[in-house]
Structure formats: structure tokens, C-alpha cells
């Protein structure tokens, strides 16, 4: 199938959307498609698996091979589905809640073997659909059901974790910016090896306004920083902010008050800068990093690994089934 | 000279091994094994590890076991009191002498009953001495002292000559049971021969020195008075092989999944005593065997379900625990109606309870543990080679079926071996007509519907990712033909008695079950599992002694065979035997409210025939 | 004028509101509950989720419901066919028309009947004026036009406005009911009265006029030919709230940790529909329970037993799928013999089922559920209200017996909501006889041992962390009577049985079940948490007819209570009616021996009364 | 009680201990019985959890409350049992698989939290009590039961993963460095809050050697360093390399050609250097870590959270379970 035939709306379904209207998810299911479009796979060579939650209903709306699984189980699923024919190419939609609460397990190990699948965390930090409970991305003090006198629990940062299990590539979006989430499903998309996408959304209806720090028109920009690779790190409303190193971490300064030569350049291929731009966060006084953080495919993937093995025991060993059966002590009567 | 020792020929002999935890019982027990089966008798056996923990050496703690029954006709146990006893150390005799039969034999190494060891259980005198033993027919022979003179020419550590032992014990044996010493010598060449690396050559010529002065003792000294000849048992031509049931279940998956044309894939994570599936299929990748040990055992079985969403063959092992902490996500594997086997080796519970121990007590967990009304096929395994065939049934059932089956077999069968007539790979039924992908080409002219359904079988119409044309969406949530959620009420209603029916109707498929004895009786002993050989042959024994008791074994434990409830209705009495509080009792009883009577035990040990028997004659009034 | 329309005195009147989800059809239904309730008559209601996610407004999908009964007797279900529907759109009215009583009344808002609103539900005509609805009494009220003129002079937006059309409905209804329009009048000042905020105030005084106009137009229109009069009920005199099961069962859990002088807490993980459980449990923080909300189900339970472990009072709450998952935990809780409660609100399933939809069919996942043999006993809740009660008796059970208990509702039970007679707190029992910890002042001379039983509970000797010289360790392998880990047979044997005998004791304690009706009859019905009301309300019925027909509720559905088996022999027929696919039934069968019949439902909805009756005539022959 | 009564002894079982002859965890018990003398509790105020494994039989051998659990899932029993009594000392002993495999959830979120635990990891990266699996922590390429052709899976260091999670004690011993490991233990039991202490040891049965390369007399010390507060990164056999800042990581060069301006000096309280110093691998060419990587108890922990939050409702709402229950909407009849 010729890759023009592929378009955002070849890879919709027809069944009715029913997130709330105004949910963040709408324009990520967007920025899901052309990631899909980029891809290259027809629609038939294609699977989404996901968990429960307001987000996780995703496959449903995609003209794909949907798999809506259990809550916090999709990294799980979509490993063996992945392991089973690699020839597919293979998302996974997942919420904060189903990624790093009752998933969080699979969610790092699945990371951590750098499975060629394309991960999207849709961060509302809340479940939204039991209505309305925090979540382990919650910041501290943040009033929820469960949390009527505020959260107590310091928040996750999934990015900055994903970076020390070695992630291979690392990016964040948010609902909002439409054209950044379709660049980095694109090159999420691209990218061979665990893609992981934390993709911020609004929940309406139990967390309005979550983002709004990073979304407002005055001074979100203020909140954070745009990466490119090899691009200087500016960021502002007035790209008056620039990022220099301090230690091993970094600050924000004025860029009128930097040394131009001091401006960090970002580097997608720098995994210690990685683990330092992923976790930078408004209380630190440092900005939300969006875009691609990492992105490095030099590292195996584990499904190829799979079948190298297996290719390199077929070679070494060749057995056949009656062969296998045949083996260990065995006598004739 | 031992010439005049008589040659007594016997039926069976129960033959048991015991010493430390490191000194290898399970090994010699198999090379036992191998060396009957060779000669032509059936044999049986069960080993008994002590706790999961290495125990310190020489403690009663520490002591490891390994029964084993050789007979010259159809073996089904490892039989009930040893007629042997070969005890390496005074911590094993002391652990094993009470087993054996009264006036049985009991062999040791009497180099080992130093004050120490003595000490260490608890000894004052020495038992080979003072009497404690003299209910039996002692043999202590000084076997590291015969086994350094009869290597003294190797030059070799001592620990390396002392570990000869076993081949001495093996030439003791081969004497003593009257087997071809040719055999055994022939399995040291195989084993650590010529084609076998530079040290492993000087193994094989100590080991058999050792065999040969162990053979020679037996024949050159006067310890003993009697030797046993076994005939031959009316066995199956053909290529056998000992092996454990859970070596026999990994063979099985390897061997479904080319049957079936598919890729076999397990999705699993280790837990005693499962995990010796799982080592030995780990080495099938020349097979295109896949295992992914994943990081618990809810990815275990997750990834086995995302393997058969996308048309492998996928199967999950584990034992009880596990199973425990499986069990959503095999409700998401029955609601999605895809293929999926779960091997559960049952170990003794609940929580981690007993783990080196078997026990038959995840029955109830595997029919009814899981939330709402779900229904998935079980199986169970007879015996260590049953389960080649039992994963391979429920492999064919679940493609069959599109739907989860759990084998259950248990750590008796699982770790215990027996021998396998080996099947050729094109004996074995062709799975491919049960896979029946769907596929465009095939169906000119229909639309795909996911949950559109065989009226026979009501497996529904599979499609898998990569098939042109046949996206569509599935999931957890309940939903209608097509896949759709649906919270109608009626859906609901009807999805859940499809799930129903699809289990049920398996049974119209299934062989009728047959009796072991009249088919109409007083008493009816009802076996399944790891129970079916301490039945088979008590029902056998008290057949022959003219009593009124039949048998059956049920292998399909859910859904029941069509005749079951017919075949129960004509006895007056049901007993059912069951390494557990009374769980297949409970299923039989609401079936066909029947007073069936449990045998139950929990002491992390199979039936012994003698155990059931004494049972029925006390059902029997006797 | 409707000066002339007739006040006919009812029994009982069955209501309900259907909606979108977002119009508040469980608050109207709560606002009348409690005026209802006022005014001296029982009540019984169900709330109707429509999917979990939210469906668009103004469809068939998106109706949200809210169904009660009135009565001047004790009421137990929310009745069968509505006697009025009100049904705020077309799709409300599309949707719940059909449930209505032949010839009922169904109030509808005409404003709400444009064409785009009808389209949106496939009518091409309008219900109100083709005859689609001609078999009811319809009474079109231009609801939206009526509330905004009585709105005019106040300056609010038009939403907020809109808004008020819920008591305007009130007011018809208030009428209608012949009900204390004062009651609402305080009711709405108390809420968003003077103590409250600015903006309330408002919302105080448009909620008002709406309210009168309401009441106006019931009285000044003729389109009502005829009111309803209740008469009170004989009701317990005593304060009463409106509650759900998942607020009563929260209360509980509080109250129970202060009467046994020990701190409350919850370990757990939000799930539909137990999640308002942990909701409103969170806001008890000043009477020092504990809530934490965990990264999954597994951690949920595992930190409440490490709290029991510490000597809190635990529980753990969840539904189906997250009861799947702690299977495993409390096999843990179960070995270590400490106390502790699994609420679990039960949902369709298997799998993620039907999440926001009721039903019965984790009974066996909670009597069967985990790997090796494991007891515990399990209570269920019988309404709303009893959610206190139950779980609150869970707790008893769990300290006495030092045990897991579960608590089964389900999501009719636990999001529907009753009156609640509101206990004084030094009026319930007190606990800490139960808690009993074991310190040395209390066992001068004695040493601490952590499996030794009470002989007559057989709960064992409990010693918390900081006891003074009681330091001892537990754990989840088998051990003996010192918590020594123990792989000995016989202790193993020995263990199971105590740990069976513990739950199986609790039946002698527990009170004998009543009969309602004969003693011995034709026919018994059986009744279980969420059935009780249906089948109470049923057996009443058909005993009032003369039907020889006689109805048991259980309480403890594990262990039976004592005199069950002897009751259950007295009948010629046993009918179980089950939101399940006959879940107790089978657990009466193989205890029983007897052909107990199961009325079967899974439609995501519980029994009504007709249901069960027209089951019974049938098995009556009628 | 006095402190002086507490010694090692004092904290000592006499259950029999059943480990195999030369186990690493010997040692490590030994540690412990260190730290919980100077954390100062009487034992019977002192509650050890453990869930499954051979590492995880050890609160048998201790004088002291003891919760032998179930696999994996200690984290979670201890949270429970800490923040119902915060009287108590709590410690948790698991092993490498126990902890990073199945109990991963627990473990990421209990350090998230910042409970106020003792959490000793036993890490011999295998699976010593089922016989010899390998485990999230084996490296690639491994040989063990089930990876007879080698591990393909990527390691996780779970250190590296402590720190990105914020934990606030981060710590590494070594079976064979018995001094050290008492140091570790000994800091943990005094760190309030979260005490990450990950102690290398030997499977002799079915990882032996898997540490050699640290411990080797010869040439250990090259591929080790031990980190200690403000005092110069040096290491090797003759203290012969040192680390020097390199971008946002380190480098290992020759003391000889290094600036004595470059070598860096360790800072417990920096979380950034903490970062880089916890997942130094001597694949990278940077020594493996040991000793106190971090440490900073200003974070809250979560048990002092809860019982602030219940005081302070206390003060706002400060309702009687009696006036609780009459809220809502109520009548008398
Ligand atoms: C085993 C299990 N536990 C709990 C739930 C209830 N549940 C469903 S989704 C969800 C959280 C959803 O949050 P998130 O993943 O952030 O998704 P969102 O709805 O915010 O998009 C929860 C707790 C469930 N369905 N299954
Ligand atoms: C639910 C469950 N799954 C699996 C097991 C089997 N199991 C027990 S310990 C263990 C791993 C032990 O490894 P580790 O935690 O590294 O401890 P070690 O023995 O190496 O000290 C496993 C897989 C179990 N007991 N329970
Ligand atoms: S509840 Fe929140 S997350 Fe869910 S659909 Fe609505 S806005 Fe989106
Ligand atoms: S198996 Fe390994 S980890 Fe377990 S006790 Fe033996 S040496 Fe230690
Ligand atoms: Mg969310
Ligand atoms: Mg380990």
C-alpha cells in the first residue's frame, strides 16, 4: 500500500467519540494519527492496546486492530503482542493513573527492555473516569476525591523515571499544543525502540485547568521550554529565559545576563542532560521541558534481540521437535 | 562369596532413596529408572525434597528423597512402603526407616555414622549398633572406604572420588536386582564418554570403577541372602524416555505450537514448582519456542494474551500463588474469547504455604476464582508423561474453543518422572483445523464480525492484526457482536450464557469416561489428577481381592464427561480421594447431589495405595 | 383550577426521575427521598448510571435514572413499573416510557421536545402528539418557559436558571404527594441558606420561586385529575439520613475502629462503584481514619495487613476486578491470622465487565478465590442502610476470630441509597472485648506463643509490634504452633483444619434464620444481600395471596447459619433468585444435597418483585 | 531502656540459619543488627518485613517483630504497618527480585512517598530460592535457568531509579566490605524518611562470582569507589583514578593528569550528582558507587504527613463520630 494513501482520517473510526467535550484527549488522538500516517503502516498492520480509563477508550475510535485490555496491563499485552509478530507497529494509550499507578510495574519494565513500541501517556494527573481520585503524577496539596484536605503523596515524574531505566526515547506534549503533539507522535512513531510520549491533557470535568500554568496565554511560556535538537535552550514569553548549566543540574537566567556561549544547546542524544531536562519542573524555578527530551535508537531493541537468539540457536543447535523429544535418557522397548 | 544368594523373583519392589539435599537422590533415582526401564519394567516414582531452603547437610531437615516402585506389569505410584531402603547418611536413615516394610531392607553407607553425624540427629549410639534398626535387614557397607580403594589409582580430589558413590550404589543395585550391568555401563559412555570434554572423561572412567566395585561387592560378599528378579512388564513398543511432567508439559507446548502452525509463546514467571517448565522450554528456541520471564506474573499472563491476540500460541505457567494473581487477567483473556493456556503446577497453600510440596488444592481457585460469572475448561495430568498430552488436549481445546484452559497438574507430577513413550511429531493430531484464522479470502463477500460465533463450537470468528481488511476493536468491558460495548441489558444476559454454553457444550465433545471394574457396584472411587495412580492401583488390588469397588479417573475436571452423572447413579457409595479439603467433592455434590464421601489430605504427600484402600474396606464395613 | 382533582390514599407509589446524566436525577431522587421521608413514609430507591464514560446529551445512551418507592408500610424495593415517570427530555422518555405502569403517569418537559432533540433520537414525529405514548397519562409541561418567567426579575444566567428546573419538578411532585411544602422550603434554605455564600443565597431564592411555581402549577392547572396520598409508615422512632451503602459502610468502618479502641484504617485503590466508599471515608480525618489510597489493589490490601499487623482495625474496599487481584493478599492475611475486612462492592463481570452496573457474582471468587484451601467468612448486605450493619459485624468477626472477613454489596446496594436510622455511638456494641491483645501484665509466668489458640474460638494468642518482650515472627509459610516455619505433614494437616474450623465455629454463634411465613411449605425462597428486598417485597405478596410459599434471608453467606440445612428439608422446593448465573445455588446444592433451583439474572439490574413472583407461580403451576 | 543494652546480640534469633555456607546475606544480617543498635529502639519496638526469597528469610534471624510476607509486596505491608504506628522502627529486607521485579510497584511508590522505612535490598541479581532465574538486575547476556542462550533484557539499576523517584537515602554496599556495610546500615536506621540501601551479594550457588570484578583483591578497586561526604572522588588500587565533572556527567581519568581543582568532591545532598554517581557502571568505564550517594532528610515524610493532616482536620472540622454520623440530610420521626 502506497504510503500517500495514508491520512489522519484512514486511521478513524466510526464509532461516536464520547470523552467530554472540551477533554484534552480529542487533540491527541489527532497528534496519535499523524504519528500513525508517519509510520507508514497500513491501518490493518496496525494495534493499539490499551488500559481503562477515560483515555484508554482511545482504540475504539481508531480504524485499527484495538485491543482495550485491563487497567494498568496494556505495556504488558502490547510486549507480547509486539514479541509475537514484529512486523506490526504497535501503540500503546495509556493514562497517568493506568501507567504509573497499578501499571507502574510493567510501565518500567517495559522501558527498561526497550521494546519497539510506541507508548503515549495521556497525563490529566487524575482518573478521570472513576471521577475524579488524584493519581501519582497529583501534585502535593491537590484537592481530589480521595483527597478532600489535599494529597500527601510527593508526585511521580514518569520522564524523569524513564530516563534512569535508560528510555531510548523520551518526548512530552501537551493537549494544547497541537503541532508539537503531532511532532513528537511523528518521531515517536519513527523512532525504533520504546517511544515513550507523556502527552499532558486537560481534564475538564475533575481537574480543570491542571496545565493552565504551562497553557495560559500571558505567561504559560514562561513555564516552559520548547526543546529542538542543537537549538539553544530559550524559552519566555519574550524568549527572554535561557537555560546554563549549574553543577550538575541547571538554572534559568536572563538571557541578557548569560554569556551566549554559556546558553545550553540541547542535544537529544546527551542521556545525563536527559535526566536533568525531564525532571525540571516550575518549583525548581526551571521550566516543563516539551518535545523531544532523548532520542537515540543505537540500543537493541528486545524483540529483535528475540529472534536474533533464536536465529543464532537455530544455527548453533538446529534441533528439530522429534530431535528435542528424542533427547535425555531414553531406551527402546 | 554371595553365590548362593537366592534369586527371589518378585512382582514389584519399592525402592526408596534418601540422603542430603546435595547428594544428588534425584539423580540416582533416574538413573535407576532408566536402568529398569530399559531391562522392561514399568516404573513409577515420586521425589520429596525437603524444604525450599538448602538445609544444613547431615541434619534431619536437610534429607531429600526419591521413591520409586519397578514392577513387571503396569506401575501407576511409587508404591507404598520401600521393600529398599538406601539411606546415605545417619540423618536419612533416622528421617526413612520408619517407612519401610517390616523386615525390609535398608542400605547404607556405615562409613557415615560418625559420632559427629551421630551427634547432629540427636544420636547417642549408633543405630546401626545398638538395635534401634533391628526390625530390619541392615546392609552397611563402608562405601567411601570402598569407593577411595577402588579409585585409589585415579588421581582425583577426594570430594570428586566421594561423589562415585552413587555408581557404587548403582553396582550394588544392579546386582542386587539382577539388571544388565551392560546397560549402566553404556549410559556412563553416553553420559560422560568420548564425545564428552577432558575431565568429563576421567568421570566417566571413575564412575565406573565405582559401578563395577559396587557390582562386585554385591556378588563377592555375604551380606546378602536374597536378590530380587523382576520380569519384564507388557509395555508398548517403542522409544521411551523418563521425564518429569513439567519437562513433559514444556515439550507439549513446543510441539502444539508446530502442530498448529503457530508460534508458541509462554509468558511466565518463575514460582516453585512450575519453573522447571519454564527452564527447559527456555531452551527451545531452535523450535521457534518464545518465552518472555517477565517482571510478575500478571505480565507473565498479559503478555501471553497480547501473544495470542496476535495469533501465537500462548500459554502462562505457574503454581498456586500465581495463579492467584492471575486471574483478572485470565478474565480479560476469556472476555477477549482468545486461545490461552494456563499451566498450573499446584503446590501446597493457602499463601506461600508449602511450596516444595504438592497438593491438589487450586481446583476451586481455577473454577471459580475469578470475578463474575466465568467459565473455562481444566484438565488435569495423571502422571509426570500425562502431561505432555493433557497441555497438549488443552492447547487444542483453547484454539478449538477461543478460549482460556487451565491444566492443572501438581508438584508430585511436575518434578516427579516416569517413563514417556516418546511420540514421532507426524503422530500427532494436526492442530491447524482448529486455528481456522479468519481470513478475507476465505469469506468472499461477508464483513468480518469479531464475536459472530461457530453455531456448533460458539467460538467466535478470529481475526488477527495483520489480516487485510479485518481492523476491528476488542476488549474487557462487555459487548455485542461486533465488539461494541454494550451495557444492554440482554447482551449481557446473552454474552454471558454464550460464555456458558461454549464450556458446556465441550463436554458433548468429550470421550465418555470408562470404568475400572463393574459398571455398577457399592462403591465408586473417582480419581483425577495427580490421585489417578494411588486409585488405579488400590481399585485395581481390591478388585482382585473380590471387592465390590469400581473406578474412573476424570481427566477433563471441568466440564464434566456426558456420562459422569449416569455412571455415578448406579453405585450406592461415591468416594472421592483428594490431596485437598474436599474440592472436586464440592463440584461432584452440586452437580449430582450425590453424598459423595471426600478422602481428604494435606500433608503435602501423594495418596498411597494403602491409604485408599483401607478407606473403602472402611466405607465397606470392613 | 385543579381544585377539583381527587385525593386517592395509596399504599405504595413508584417514581422515577429519568434524565441526562449530567440533569441530577440521583439529587431530585435524594430531595424527594427525604421529603417522603419527612413526612413519615418508608422509602426504597435505585439510582441507573448510564455508561461509565459520559455519553452525550440528549441520547438514548446518555439517560441517567433514579426509580423509588413510597409507601406507608415498610418498603424494601424500589418497586416494579413505575406509577410516574419523570422524564426531563425525549430521550429520558424514550427510554423509560416502556418500564411505566399501564396506563401510569409520565410528566415530560414539552420545551425539551424540538425537532433537533428528536432527531438525535431517531423520531421523525413527536412522541407527545403522534399517539406514541397514548397508553399512559402524559402530562407535557413547558417546564423551561415556566421556571424562567418565574425567574424574570432575577438576574442570573440563563443556565443557572434552567437549573432550577428540579424544583420545580418538586413542586409538582410536592403537590402531586400531597406532601409538607415546607419541608422543601427548609430543605432549601438549610442548603443554600443564610449560613451559606453569597452566590448560594441566590441560588437559595431562585430555587425557591421555582419550587412555588412548581406547587402553583400542580394546583392551578387541570391537567392532574388525581393526587396521591400516602399514609405514614410505622416507622422506628429515631433520627433518620438518607444513605447510600457506600456511605454507610464508610461510617462504619469509623465507627467500628472507635468502639474497639483502635485507629480505622483503609488501604485501597478507587474502583467503580466502591470508590464513594473511600470518598467519604477520606473526609474522616478527624476522627483519625486513616485513608491511603495506594498505587494499586494489591498494595491496598497489603497495607492494611501490614496495619492490622501493626494493630489497626484494617480494611481494604474494591469491586470484582480488584478483588481478583488481592486474592493473593489475603491468602497472606488469612495465614498470618490477623483481622481484617474486604469490602467489596460487587459489579457486572467477568473481567471489567460492566462496571457501573449491579450484580451478585463474586460470591464464589469470594468463597473460592485463592490458591490453597482457605476459609473465611463472608457477610452480605441486604440494602443501603445495612452496609452499616454488615460491616460493621465484619469487623466484630474479624477481631474475635483474627481473621479475613469479606463484606459483599453491590453497586444497587452501595450507590442506591435509604433511610438510615442513625445510631447513637455509645448505643452499639462495644468491640474491645474482641481486640484482646496479648500482653504479659494480662499472663504473669506465661511466655507468649503466636499460634496458640482460644480453645473456644480458636482464634489465636495476638501480640502487636512494641509489646513489651513479644517480640515474634509470622509469615505467610505453613508453620507450627511458635510461628516456626514447619513442613511436617501433620502440622500441616492440623493447621488447614483449625483454620477451617475457625470459620465453620462462626455458625454456632450465629443467630438462627428466621422464617418469613410457614415453617415448612411448598416452596422457600432464599434471599441474599441485594435479592432481599425483591424477594421480601415478592414473599409478602404472595403469602398475602395465600400462596404456600415462605422466604429466608442469609445474612452470613459463609458459614451457613446452623438451622439452615434443617429449614431448607422442611420444603418441597428451593428457589434462589441470583444476580448471578446461580452462584449460592450451587454452594446450597453441594451442602445440602437438595435440587435447589436458581431464578438466574445478569442484566446488570436487580430483581423486581414480579420477577420472583411469576418464578414462583410458575413453579407452583400457575 | 538504655542504649548501651543494645548490641548486635541483643537483636539476634536463635532460629537456626539456613542460608547456604558462604551466602553473601550472612554479612549483610550482620549490617543490619548494626543499624538497628544505633537506630536505638528496643527490639520489641522493632518490626522487620520481608516478602519472599532466600534473602527474605531473614527476619527469622532476628530477635525482633518479624513479617515474613509474600513475594514482592513487602514495600506495601511495611507502609501499612509504619503509618499505623510511627513508633515503630521498620525495616524491609528483600532481594533483587523480590524488590525490582514482582514488588516493583510497591517498591517505586513506597520510595515516591518517602515513607520513613529502612529498606535493605539484597541484590545478588538472581533468583536465589526458586534455583536460579534471572532477575531484573542480571546483566545481558547472563547465563542462568531460564536464559540458557543469555538475559536479553536490559538491567535496572535500581539506585539510578531511587534517585529519579526523589528518594532521599540512597546508599550501596557490598557483601564483602562488612565495615562499610555496617556504615550504610547505620546511617539508614538515622536517615528519617526513605532509606534506600542496596547491598551487593554473593549467590555462591547460583551466581557465584557475580561481583568479582568489585571484589577481586587485585584489581577490585578499580571498578569501585567508595563516596564519602565532601571528601575527593579517588579511587583504584593505588588511588590512582579519579572522577572529573564531563557535561552533565563524570569521567574516570588518572589522578596524575587530572586538575586537583577537577577532582570532584562528593555532596551527599546533591541530588543531581546523586543522579550520575547511582548508575556509574564499569561498562561505561566509571566505577560502581558504594557508600552514602545521598542523603537529605528535609523532605516530609509521608507518615508525619498523615498524622499533621489528621491534627489539622482535627482543628478545622474536629467532629465526633456521632456528629458525623448526623450529618446529611436528616429527620426525626
Ligand atoms: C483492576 C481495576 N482497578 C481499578 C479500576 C478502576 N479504574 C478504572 S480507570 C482508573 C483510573 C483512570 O485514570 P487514568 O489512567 O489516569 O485515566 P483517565 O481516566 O484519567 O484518562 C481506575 C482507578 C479498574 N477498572 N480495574
Ligand atoms: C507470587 C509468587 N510468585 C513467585 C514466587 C516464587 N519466588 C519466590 S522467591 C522468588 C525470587 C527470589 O529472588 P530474590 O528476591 O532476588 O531473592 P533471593 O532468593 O535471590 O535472595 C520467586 C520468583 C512466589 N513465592 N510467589
Ligand atoms: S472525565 Fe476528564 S478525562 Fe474523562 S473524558 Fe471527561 S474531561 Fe476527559
Ligand atoms: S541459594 Fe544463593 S542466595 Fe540462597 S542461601 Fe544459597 S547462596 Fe544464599
Ligand atoms: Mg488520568
Ligand atoms: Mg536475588
Given at each position: 500500500m502506497a504510503d500517500t494513501q495514508l491520512t489522519k482520517k484512514y486511521f478513524a473510526s466510526d464509532a461516536e467519540v464520547k470523552w467530554c467535550p472540551g477533554c484534552g484527549d480529542f487533540a491527541i488522538m489527532n497528534a496519535v494519527r499523524s504519528g500513525m500516517v508517519a509510520a507508514g503502516k497500513p491501518r490493518d498492520e496496525v494495534a493499539i492496546v490499551s488500559g481503562i480509563g477515560c483515555s484508554s477508550r482511545f482504540p475504539y475510535y481508531m480504524e485499527t486492530y484495538g485491543f482495550h485490555t485491563i487497567h494498568g496491563r496494556a505495556a504488558a499485552v502490547a510486549s507480547g503482542l509486539k514479541v509475537a509478530n514484529t512486523d506490526l507497529d504497535v501503540w500503546v494509550i495509556s493514562g497517568d493513573g493506568d501507567s504509573t499507578a497499578i501499571g507502574g510495574n510493567h510501565f518500567i519494565h517495559a522501558i527498561r527492555r526497550n521494546l519497539d513500541l510506541n507508548y503515549v501517556m495521556i497525563n490529566n494527573?487524575?482518573?478521570?473516569?472513576?471521577?475524579?481520585q488524584y493519581s501519582p503524577t497529583s501534585e502535593v496539596g491537590q484537592y481530589s476525591k480521595t483527597s478532600p484536605y489535599g494529597v500527601l503523596d510527593y508526585p511521580m515524574d514518569p520522564l524523569k523515571v524513564a530516563v534512569s531505566l535508560g528510555g531510548t526515547f523520551v518526548a512530552r506534549g501537551i493537549d494544547k499544543n497541537m503541532k508539537l503533539n503531532e511532532e513528537v507522535c511523528v518521531r515517536g512513531a519513527l523512532h525504533k525502540g520504546f517511544s515513550m510520549m507523556e502527552i499532558y491533557a486537560n481534564c475538564v470535568i475533575y481537574n480543570e485547568g491542571a496545565h493552565d500554568k504551562l497553557t495560559n496565554k500571558e505567561e504559560g511560556a514562561n513555564f516552559h521550554i520548547i526543546l529542538r535538537d542543537g537549538e539553544k535552550m530559550i524559552f519566555g514569553v519574550n524568549s527572554q529565559y535561557c537555560l546554563v548549566q549549574d553543577g550538575f543540574g541547571v538554572k534559568a537566567v536572563k538571557v541578557e545576563n548569560a554569556n551566549q556561549a554559556d546558553i545550553l544547546v540541547h542535544d537529544e542524544k546527551d542521556a545525563e542532560m536527559a535526566a536533568i531536562l525531564s525532571g525540571m519542573r516550575p518549583d525548581n524555578g526551571l521550566p516543563i521541558a516539551l518535545g523531544v527530551i532523548y532520542a537515540d535508537d543505537r540500543k537493541k531493541t528486545y524483540d529483535d534481540m528475540v529472534y536474533e537468539q533464536i536465529d543464532a540457536v537455530k544455527q548453533k543447535r538446529g534441533r528439530t521437535m522429534d530431535q528435542i523429544m528424542q533427547e535425555g535418557h531414553t531406551w527402546t522397548v | 562369596m554371595a553365590e548362593n544368594a537366592k534369586l527371589t523373583s518378585a512382582e514389584q519392589i519399592v525402592v526408596k532413596f534418601t540422603g542430603d539435599s546435595g547428594d544428588g537422590m534425584q539423580l540416582i533415582g533416574n538413573q535407576l529408572t532408566a536402568l529398569a526401564a530399559l531391562d522392561g519394567n514399568d516404573v513409577n516414582s515420586l521425589p520429596d525434597y525437603p524444604s525450599e531452603i538448602r538445609a544444613p547437610a547431615g541434619t534431619i531437615a536437610g534429607v531429600s528423597g526419591f521413591q520409586m516402585c519397578l514392577g513387571d506389569h503396569k506401575i501407576y505410584t511409587a508404591g507404598d512402603a520401600p521393600d529398599v531402603l538406601v539411606g546415605f547418611n545417619p540423618a536419612a536413615v533416622k528421617h526413612s526407616a520408619k517407612f519401610v516394610k517390616a523386615g525390609g531392607m535398608i542400605i547404607t553407607n556405615s562409613d557415615s555414622f560418625t559420632e559427629k553425624a551421630l551427634e547432629k540427629i540427636g544420636?547417642?549410639?549408633?543405630p546401626l549398633e545398638d538395635g534401634t534398626l533391628s526390625g530390619y535387614d541392615v546392609k552397611a557397607i563402608p562405601m567411601t572406604t570402598l569407593v577411595r580403594e577402588a579409585l585409589a589409582e585415579m588421581e582425583m580430589p577426594i570430594a570428586a572420588k566421594d561423589r562415585c558413590k552413587n555408581f557404587f550404589t548403582m553396582g550394588v543395585l544392579c546386582w542386587l536386582f539382577n539388571k544388565n550391568k551392560q546397560l549402566v555401563l553404556d549410559f556412563i559412555q553416553q553420559k560422560f564418554g568420548p564425545k564428552a570434554t577432558k575431565p568429563l572423561l576421567k568421570v566417566a572412567q571413575a564412575n565406573t570403577l565405582a559401578f563395577k566395585a559396587g557390582l562386585n561387592y554385591g556378588e563377592t560378599t555375604i551380606m546378602f541372602q536374597e536378590r530380587y528378579d523382576l520380569g519384564a512388564a507388557q509395555i508398548e513398543k517403542g522409544l521411551y524416555r523418563n521425564i518429569t511432567g513439567n519437562d513433559a508439559a514444556a515439550l507439549a507446548i513446543a510441539a502444539a505450537g508446530e502442530k498448529a502452525g503457530l508460534q508458541p509463546f509462554i509468558g511466565s514467571y518463575p514460582i516453585t514448582p512450575a519453573t522447571d517448565l519454564l527452564h527447559y522450554a527456555s531452551e527451545f528456541k531452535d523450535v521457534d519456542l518464545v518465552t518472555m520471564q517477565m517482571e510478575d506474573e500478571i505480565a507473565g499472563i498479559c503478555t501471553a494474551v497480547g501473544a495470542s491476540c496476535a495469533g501465537n500460541l500462548a500459554f502462562t505457567t505457574t503454581s498456586g500463588p500465581g495463579l492467584a494473581l492471575k486471574t483478572e487477567a485470565a478474565g480479560l483473556a476469556l472476555m477477549l474469547e482468545v486461545p490461552l493456556v494456563i499451566v498450573n503446577v499446584q503446590r501446597g497453600g493457602p499463601s506461600t504455604g508449602l511450596p516444595t510440596k504438592t497438593e491438589q488444592s487450586d481446583l476451586l481457585q481455577s473454577m471459580y476464582g475469578r470475578n463474575g460469572d466465568s467459565y473455562m475448561p481444566i484438565i488435569a495430568a495423571n502422571n509426570p508423561a500425562d502431561c505432555f498430552d493433557a497441555t497438549f488436549q488443552a492447547a487444542k481445546i483453547a484454539l478449538k474453543y477461543r478460549t482460556p484452559v487451565i491444566v492443572l497438574t501438581d508438584g508430585y507430577i511436575g518434578q516427579g518422572s516416569c517413563p514417556w513413550k516418546v511420540p514421532k511429531m507426524d503422530e500427532l493430531e494436526d492442530l491447524k483445523p482448529y486455528v481456522n484464522f479468519w481470513i478475507p479470502e476465505a469469506h468472499k463477500g461477508e464483513e468480518y464480525v469479531s464475536y459472530k460465533r461457530d453455531p456448533e463450537t460458539l467460538a467466535r470468528d478470529w481475526a488477527i492484526p495483520g489480516t487485510k481488511g479485518c481492523q476491528h476493536r476488542i476488549g474487557s468491558l462487555e459487548k455485542d457482536e461486533t465488539g461494541a460495548v454494550s451495557h444492554d441489558p440482554l447482551v449481557h444476559q446473552q454474552m454471558t450464557e454464550f460464555r456458558k454454553a461454549k464450556v458446556d457444550n465441550l463436554a458433548q465433545v468429550l470421550p465418555e469416561v470408562e470404568v475400572n471394574g463393574k459398571k455398577s457396584n457399592k462403591i465408586l472411587v473417582i480419581s483425577w489428577g495427580g490421585t489417578f495412580g494411588a486409585v488405579k492401583g488400590a481399585v485395581d488390588r481390591l478388585i482382585a481381592d473380590g471387592k465390590p469397588v469400581s473406578g474412573i479417573n476424570l481427566r477433563w475436571v471441568w466440564p464434566f464427561p456426558p456420562n459422569l452423572g449416569e455412571i455415578i447413579s448406579r453405585f450406592d457409595k461415591v468416594l472421592v480421594p483428594e490431596l485437598n479439603m474436599g474440592q472436586l467433592s464440592l463440584m461432584l455434590r452440586a452437580k449430582f447431589l450425590v453424598d459423595v464421601q471426600s478422602l481428604s489430605k494435606v500433608q503435602g504427600d501423594p495418596f498411597r495405595e494403602f491409604e485408599v484402600i483401607d478407606k473403602v474396606n472402611e466405607m465397606l464395613g470392613e
Open positions: 494527573k487524575i482518573y478521570g473516569l472513576t471521577k475524579g | 544420636y547417642s549410639g549408633n
